[in-house]
C-alpha cells in the first residue's frame, strides 16, 4: 500500500491507460503545459508527448465533440473539461451526439469515450464553479455516469471507463483532490454501489463529495447510540437501485445526501425508488439533505450553509426517529 | 477578392467534351436524388413518410460532385437534409426508403427517420439535425485519422445557418490550430430555415470567415456540378495529401420549402424562378444534349432505369417490417456492455 492523493491515484490510472492501450489519448484545456487545473494530469505530457496529450482552445463544444468523433474513429479519447458548469457549453455534444448516436444510428455507430470533469462546491468559487449538475447527466439515456468518492475508485473506474463501448462521464469532487490515504485494491467494478459502513438503524446514501459528509455523520449518531449504514452510489446512471433499497428494507429509514439542488435531483429520483419498492418497509418518510436552492454564494459562512454539513444528516437522521 | 481568401471562385463551365460518360453518370446520379425525393412527398401526402422531411432538390449537385471525388475509405458526416448525400454516397436506396418508412430495414432501423440516416459501410457518419453540431464530429473523425496517420478525408457538409453557430467557429480554429485533414462543406443556399443570410449575418462572404482562421477556402457554383466535382476532387486531394481543414463555400438554392411544414412565405417567387433556371440537372443535360452527347431517348433510357430503382425502393420499403416493440430499449447502450444494472 502506498500513501497517496486522490489526485495522485486519478494521475496513475490515466498514465496505466495511456501505456495499456495506444489508443488512448487525452485532451483538454490546460492539461499539458501547465499540467490541469486541479494538477491531474501534471507532468503526463512530458511522459507521452503533445499527441496524446492535447491542450486544446477553450472550446467545450468543440473539444468534447471532437472527442466523439475520434471515438467514432476508432480512438480511446480522455477529454478533461474543467467543471461541471463548464460542461454545459458542450452539453450539445453529450445529449445530442453521445448519448443518442448508438440508437439513432440503430446500432451502427458506439461511441467509447470518456469525460472527465470536476464538481461540487466548498472553494469559495462561488456561482460559476461550483454547482453538483451531475443528476442532470445522470437523467439522460445512453451515457453511464460515474462518481469515484474514493482514492480505490480514483485508481480503479477509469481503466473499465476507458474499456466501456458507450460514452462514460467521470464527475471528481473538487474537495477530493486533496484526500490522501493508503491506495487499497482496486476492484474494477463500475457498476455497483458500496456500503461504505454497515449499521443497522438508518440507510445514509450519498455519492462524490457527499460520502464523506455521510461518514462523518455516521460517525457523530454513532456516539449517540444510532447505527447507521453508508452507501456509496458510485455509479450514478444506472442506478444500483438493489443495494440500497435491500438496505433501506432492513433499516426502515432512509435519508439522501446530494449536493445537488432538491428539486428535480438525483436524491430525488432515489427516493422515488425506494417509495417505490420499499414502501412498507419504512418506518418513517425518507428525508433529502440537499444544496440550498441559490446559486452558489461566495461568502465561506454562506457557502458553508449552502452545501449539506454532517450536521444536517445528522439532525435529518434524528428527525425521522431513528 | 479580398487578400485573406487562397482560393477564389473556381471555374465552372469545365469543357466536358472527352469527360461526356462520365458527366452522365453525374447526370443520372443527380436525378436520381432528384425522382427519389418527388417521390417521397407522394409518399409524405400518402402519410406513409412522417415527422420532418427536408428535401434536396435544386441542390443535386452539391451532393454529387462532392461524393464523386471522395474515396471509399474517407469518411462523410451531413446534415438533417441529406437524402442527396446518402445517396450520392452510395447508400443503398432502398434502406433509405425504408429508413424514411420507419421500417427495421431502414439504414439506421426506423430509429432514426429522414434526418439521421447512418451507414457504416459507406463511413456515413449522420444525418445530424443540430446546426453545426456535426462539426466537431467531424474535426473528432479527422483527428482520429490524424493520430492513426491515415491518408484519410472526412467531408463535413453543414449549411449557411451552421455558420451563426459558434460550433462553426469553433471546429474551424480546433481543425485549422491542429491541421486535421477535414473538407468542410458548407452548401449556402442563402437561407438559415426562413431567415435570409443579409438578415442573419454581419458579413456575407462565407469564405472569408473560413478564411480568418487560416483555412483555404474556396466559393464554388454549386449549380454546376462538374465545378463542384473539380473543386472538391482538387481540394480533398490537398487534405489528404497534409494540407491541413480546407472549406468549400457551395454556392445553391433550395426549389423546395425548407420542410414539409413551411409555407414558404420568405422568399420571392420570382428568385424562385431565377434560380430554377440554373437547375443543376436541366443544365448539364441540355449541354450534353447540345454537344450531341445525350439524346431525348437516351435520357428517357435514364429516367425509367431511375424509376424502376425508386420503386423498387418503395416496394421494398412497404414490404419492409415494424421493429418489435420488445427492441425498444435495444441499443440505449452497446449490447456488449459491461454489467446488468437496469437504466
Known amino acids: 500500500m502506498t500513501e497517496l492523493s486522490y489526485r495522485d491515484a486519478m494521475r496513475e490510472a490515466l498514465r496505466e491507460a495511456l501505456n495499456r492501450d495506444e489508443r488512448v489519448f487525452l485532451m ?136 466501456d463501448p458507450d460514452p462514460v462521464l467521470i464527475f471528481e469532487h473538487a474537495s477530493l483532490y486533496n484526500m490522501r490515504g493508503d491506495l487499497a485494491d482496486t476492484t474494477g467494478d463500475i457498476t455497483s454501489a458500496a456500503v461504505r459502513r454497515f449499521g443497522d438503524d438508518v440507510t445514509i446514501i450519498a455519492y462524490g463529495g457527499t460520502v464523506r459528509t455521510a461518514i462523518e455523520a455516521a460517525g457523530t449518531l454513532a456516539e449517540g447510540g444510532i447505527s447507521s449504514e453508508v452507501i456509496d452510489l458510485r ?38 425508488r425506494i417509495a417505490e419498492e420499499a414502501f412498507y418497509d419504512l418506518d418513517a418518510p425518507v428525508r433529502r439533505v440537499c444544496s440550498a436552492e441559490v446559486p452558489m454564494p461566495y461568502a465561506k459562512h454562506l457557502e458553508d450553509a449552502a452545501l449539506p454539513q454532517p450536521a444536517d444528516v445528522v439532525e435529518a437522521v434524528r428527525a425521522l426517529g431513528a | 477578392m479580398t487578400e485573406l481568401r487562397s482560393g477564389g471562385i473556381r471555374p465552372s463551365g469545365i469543357e466536358i467534351d472527352g469527360t461526356h460518360e462520365h458527366a452522365i453518370h453525374l447526370l443520372r446520379q443527380m436525378l436520381r436524388i432528384r425522382r427519389f425525393e418527388e417521390r417521397t412527398v407522394q409518399l409524405y401526402s400518402e402519410m406513409r413518410i412522417r415527422g420532418f422531411l427536408h428535401l434536396d432538390i435544386g441542390e443535386e449537385a452539391c451532393a454529387v460532385g462532392v461524393m464523386e471525388s471522395l474515396r471509399p475509405e474517407d469518411a462523410v458526416v451531413s446534415t438533417y437534409r441529406e437524402h442527396g448525400h446518402a445517396l450520392a454516397r452510395g447508400m443503398s436506396m432502398r434502406a433509405v426508403m425504408a429508413e424514411l418508412e420507419g421500417k427495421v430495414e431502414g439504414c439506421s432501423r426506423g430509429r432514426g427517420g429522414s434526418m439521421h440516416l447512418f451507414d457504416a459501410p459507406t463511413r456515413f457518419y449522420g444525418g445530424n439535425a443540430i446546426v453545426g453540431g456535426g462539426l466537431p464530429l467531424a474535426v473528432g473523425l479527422a483527428l482520429a485519422d490524424h493520430l492513426a496517420k491515415r491518408p484519410v478525408v472526412t467531408v463535413c457538409f453543414f449549411g449557411d445557418g451552421a455558420v451563426a453557430e459558434g460550433e462553426f467557429h469553433e471546429s474551424m480554429n480546433l481543425a485549422a490550430v491542429w491541421g486535421l485533414p477535414v473538407l468542410f462543406c458548407c452548401e449556402n443556399n442563402l437561407y ?15 469564405s472569408l470567415k473560413a478564411a480568418s482562421y487560416r483555412v483555404p477556402a474556396w466559393e464554388v457554383d454549386g449549380m454546376d456540378v462538374i465545378a463542384v466535382e473539380e473543386a472538391t476532387r482538387a481540394a480533398a486531394e490537398s487534405v489528404r495529401g497534409g494540407g491541413g481543414p480546407h472549406f468549400l463555400e457551395l454556392r445553391t438554392y433550395r426549389f423546395r420549402a425548407h420542410s414539409m411544414y413551411d409555407p414558404d412565405r420568405y422568399r420571392d417567387k420570382n428568385e424562385i424562378e431565377r434560380w430554377k433556371q440554373r437547375d443543376p440537372i436541366g443544365s448539364l443535360s441540355n449541354r450534353l444534349g447540345a454537344d450531341g452527347h445525350l439524346s431525348e431517348e437516351d435520357l428517357d433510357g435514364i429516367e425509367s432505369e431511375i424509376q424502376a430503382e425508386v420503386e423498387d425502393a418503395v416496394t421494398f420499403a412497404e414490404a419492409g417490417s415494424l421493429e418489435p416493440l420488445s427492441d425498444l430499449y435495444r441499443f440505449v447502450m452497446s449490447e456488449s456492455a459491461t454489467g446488468g444494472a437496469t437504466p
Do not use: K
Open chain 1, 28 to 163: 483538454g484545456e490546460d492539461i499539458g503545459r501547465y499540467g490541469g487545473c486541479f494538477a491531474v494530469t501534471l507532468g503526463l505530457l512530458e511522459e507521452f508527448g503533445p499527441d496524446r496529450i492535447r491542450d486544446t482552445p477553450l472550446s467545450e463544444s468543440a473539444f468534447v465533440g471532437a472527442g466523439i468523433g475520434a471515438a467514432l474513429g476508432g480512438m480511446l479519447p480522455i477529454v478533461e473539461v474543467m467543471t461541471v458548469n463548464f460542461s454545459l457549453l458542450a452539453l450539445d455534444q453529450i445529449v445530442n451526439n453521445a448519448a443518442a448516436l448508438l440508437y439513432m444510428s440503430g446500432g451502427q455507430f458506439n461511441v467509447p469515450l470518456v469525460i472527465r470533469m470536476s464538481t461540487g462546491g466548498g472553494r469559495q468559487v462561488a456561482a460559476q464553479h461550483s454547482h453538483s449538475l451531475e443528476g442532470w447527466y445522470a437523467h439522460v439515456p445512453g451515457i453511464r455516469v460515474l462518481a469515484p468518492a474514493t482514492l480505490e475508485d480514483a485508481r480503479g473506474m477509469l481503466w473499465p471507463a476507458v474499456e
Open chain 1, 235 to 272: 455509479s450514478l446512471r444506472p442506478l444500483d437501485t438493489a443495494t440500497f433499497v435491500s438496505s433501506a428494507v432492513r433499516t426502515h429509514r432512509a435519508v439522501v445526501v446530494d449536493e445537488g439542488w432538491c428539486t428535480g435531483s438525483l436524491a430525488a429520483e432515489v427516493c422515488s
Open chain 2, 192 to 206: 438559415a430555415m426562413g431567415t435570409a443570410l443579409d438578415r442573419y449575418e454581419s458579413e456575407t462572404d462565407l
